[in-house]
């Protein structure tokens, strides 16, 4: 049973930082094509904030682009720091893992709450 397990969200004030992880189990590293997270803000569609791509190929949202920085180790864990946080980035992010077979895997979401 494949399961994420995501920490680091709180509250922030704007212009501080904070780091996210992910931590994947259940499935092998060689079986992960992609590692990435999303946020929900309230009223909002769930967006793509980051994600690596096997080979690592890295995606960012022009929203978070110079502010945010992914990264993933060697073992299955995603990493997601973010600086310079705004209130706009206030969102629960969720963590995704892809298969090599195109199954989809989603964290819990952690709340990250930016205070202006």
């Known amino acids: 049973q494949v399961q994420l397990v995501e920490s680091g969200g709180g509250l922030v004030q704007a212009g501080g930082s904070l780091r996210l992880s992910c931590a994947a189990s259940?499935?092998?590293?060689?079986?992960?094509?992609?590692m990435g997270w999303y946020r929900q803000a309230p009223g909002k569609q769930r967006e793509l904030v980051a994600d690596?791509?096997?080979?690592?190929?890295i995606n960012y949202a022009d929203s978070v682009k110079g502010r945010f920085t992914i990264s993933r180790d060697n073992a299955k864990t995603v990493y997601l720091q973010m600086n310079s946080l705004k209130p706009e980035d206030t969102a629960v992010y969720y963590c995704?893992?892809?298969?090599?077979?195109?199954?989809?895997?989603w964290g819990q979401g952690t709340q990250v709450t930016v205070s202006s």
């Open positions: 259940g499935l092998l590293f060689r079986s992960i094509n992609a």
């Open positions: 995704r893992v892809v298969s090599r077979w195109s199954n989809n895997y």
């Open positions: 690596i791509i096997d080979g690592g190929r």
